[in-house]
């Protein structure tokens, strides 16, 4: 057994996991250990930034798990104003907002399901 292969098992024995990214340097899949990304061939950590590849911007999963955010993260900030608001034409425009993004949601979810199979 070479030494990088007796690395990597001894990775996973710890308790890393094996990232679907491999190591900028030697190609070798890399490893989460403790939060820290290792690779086994070069002994050492690996200071990586994640790079979007095309696919993953353009995956119809990706962009709809992003849209879906955008959506959840509206609704909370609307659900803040509606705590505070009392003006009862602001508070049917942001229900009615609420509204359509929550359908959005749905529609979303049921498009995201879909994608699964
Ligand atoms: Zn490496």
Redesign the pocket.
């Known amino acids: 057994m070479s030494e990088d292969v007796k690395r990597m098992a001894d990775l996973l024995k710890s308790g890393a996991t094996m990232l679907s990214d491999v ?1 900028p ?2 190609g ?1 899949p890399l490893f989460k250990v403790k939060g820290e990304v290792f ?1 086994a ?2 002994n050492k950590p ?1 200071v990586y930034q994640k790079a979007m590849s095309p696919e993953a911007t353009l995956s119809p999963g990706y962009l709809l798990e992003s849209v879906e955010m955008t959506i959840v993260g509206k609704i909370s900030e609307a659900n803040e104003v509606l705590k505070v608001e009392k003006d009862p034409e602001k508070l049917s425009l942001y229900s009615n907002l609420v509204f359509g993004w929550l359908s959005m949601l749905e529609k979303l979810r049921g498009l995201k399901d879909s994608f699964k199979e």
């Open positions: 190591c340097v030697c070798t690779c061939k070069c690996v």
